[in-house]
Nanobody
Framework: QVQLVESGGGLVQPGGSLRLSCAAS????????MSWYRQAPGKERELVAR????????NYADSVKGRFTISRDNVKSTMFLQMNSLKPEDTAKYYC????????WGPGTQVTVSS
């Protein structure tokens, strides 16, 4: 079965960095676009970044452009999100997502940016 497991979240000071990972299994990882979403308390879940299956094409939310970098390792079936220059407004639970005839989500990893 499809499994997505995020890791790498934590508490970081403003201006700091974190690297999130999403370990995928149960499908041919290299064939599918993968995405990171986030949801802050009281807010809707929003798309942060997406990486396509071919050519490494990436898309970012305007709020994270220039600060976050999405990447993938198709050999290890793992996706990453390098987050630099973190701001308090980046505080949220971050989710890994793939569409395989339906939406699949990981359980999420909490990122808290606070001094």
């Amino acid at each position: 079965q499809v499994q997505l497991v995020e890791s790498g979240g934590g508490l970081v000071q403003p201006g700091g960095s974190l690297r999130l990972s999403c370990a995928a299994s149960g499908f041919i990882f290299s064939h599918y676009a993968m995405s990171w979403y986030r949801q802050a308390p009281g807010k809707e879940r929003e798309l942060v970044a997406r990486i396509h299956s071919v050519g490494g094409i990436t898309n970012y939310a305007d709020s994270v452009k220039g600060r976050f970098t999405i990447s993938r390792d198709n050999v290890k079936s793992t996706m990453f999100l390098q987050m630099n220059s973190l701001k308090p407004e980046d505080t949220a639970k971050y989710y890994c997502h793939v569409i395989l005839g339906g939406d699949y989500w990981g359980p999420g990893t909490q990122v808290t940016v606070s001094s």
